[in-house]
């Protein structure tokens, strides 16, 4: 895809575990932002990263952000099974252009009780 | 309990049918999206208003059109409805650059 690529597609853990997922870009970015889907459902807002931001942290959460590699990653400690659900990052592109968000394909995390 | 809503759920309709998915937000954001996403794929861009008689399409190309006449209100129509438009359509609203998105449920919509 020319918007750019998560990394796992699939990722199946143990309750318990680290769960890392990354997303590479590839066009610069105002800001970047991860979102959670249960199945069928729509998305749910997790955390929101600006470009001049290196790391953020919400909770179990810890988003990291490398605008040279054009990169991100989503560290989620201590899963539980709530927390099975796809997970997609979206880039805010900068400058002009259509507005609006920019998502990639998803992360599918399954966490094993 | 969610801030926007869109009805309804789910929708199996015939072809040629003339549809309108409804998507309401209660928290007074201008900006306003529509986007597609077919199972287990990425969410396209079809439509988006920065506020009230303002719309534009995005980056993926749709037959269906949408209106903002008022900031709360942006609905979806297709005239004439494909077994192609068969897909989930979510609506998103947003306060601003710096500020997340905030997802409707979505409609799942099936052309038969």
């Known amino acids: 895809s020319q918007q750019g690529e998560e990394d796992p597609q699939a990722l199946s853990i143990q309750e318990g575990e680290n769960a890392t997922m990354n997303c590479s870009y590839k066009?610069?970015?105002?800001?970047l932002q991860w979102y959670r889907q249960n199945s069928g459902r729509g998305l749910v807002h997790l955390i929101l990263i600006r470009s001049n931001e290196r790391e953020k942290h919400s909770g179990r959460l810890r988003v990291t952000l490398d605008t040279s590699k054009k990169s991100s990653s989503l560290l989620i400690t201590a899963s539980r099974a709530a927390d099975t659900a796809s997970y997609f990052c979206a880039r805010r592109r900068a400058g002009g252009g259509a507005d609006g968000l920019t998502f990639g394909k998803g992360t599918h995390l399954i966490i094993q009780p | 309990e969610a801030d926007i809503y869109q009805t309804p759920r789910y929708l199996v309709i015939g072809t040629g049918k003339k549809i309108t998915l409804e998507c309401s937000q209660t928290m007074g954001h201008d900006k306003m999206y529509w986007y597609q996403q077919d199972p287990g794929m990425e969410l396209h861009l079809i439509h988006y208003?920065?506020?009230?008689?303002?719309?534009e399409k995005g980056d993926l190309s749709s037959e269906s059109t949408v209106s903002r006449i008022r900031t709360e209100h942006f609905p979806l129509t297709l005239e004439s409805a494909r077994p192609s438009h068969t897909s989930q359509y979510l609506c998103?609203?947003?306060?601003?650059?710096?500020?997340?998105?905030?997802f409707g449920s979505g409609t799942r919509l099936t052309v038969v």
């Open positions: 998103a609203s947003s306060d601003g650059t710096y500020y997340g998105y905030t």
């Open positions: 066009t610069s970015i105002n800001n």
């Open positions: 208003s920065y506020g009230v008689n303002s719309t």
